[in-house]
């Protein structure tokens, strides 16, 4: 149903998303199943935290990016 709603630009991401996933070594996808896992299990106000945080660190440089994950 989720995929249904989609529009062609965001089905299109999550091709390549799914792609990348694909091409990683297995311990990594392994690595990463397990985040979403954790992900998954916690409040969403958490979640949305979390990935406002993920969509700013992508909008940085990554000198802006190292500061930012190198500070408290």
Not at 39 to 64: F, K, T, V
Request: hydrophobic content about 30%.
């Amino acid at each position: 149903e989720a995929y249904a709603r989609m529009n062609p630009e965001q089905r299109q991401r999550l091709a390549r998303e799914l792609e990348n996933f694909r091409q990683l070594p297995p311990e990594r996808q392994s690595a990463l199943r397990d985040t979403r896992r954790k992900l998954a299990g916690m409040p969403i106000q958490r979640r949305r935290q979390i990935a406002r945080e993920l969509r700013n660190l992508r909008e940085m440089d990554d000198e802006q990016r190292r500061t930012r994950m190198e500070s408290s």
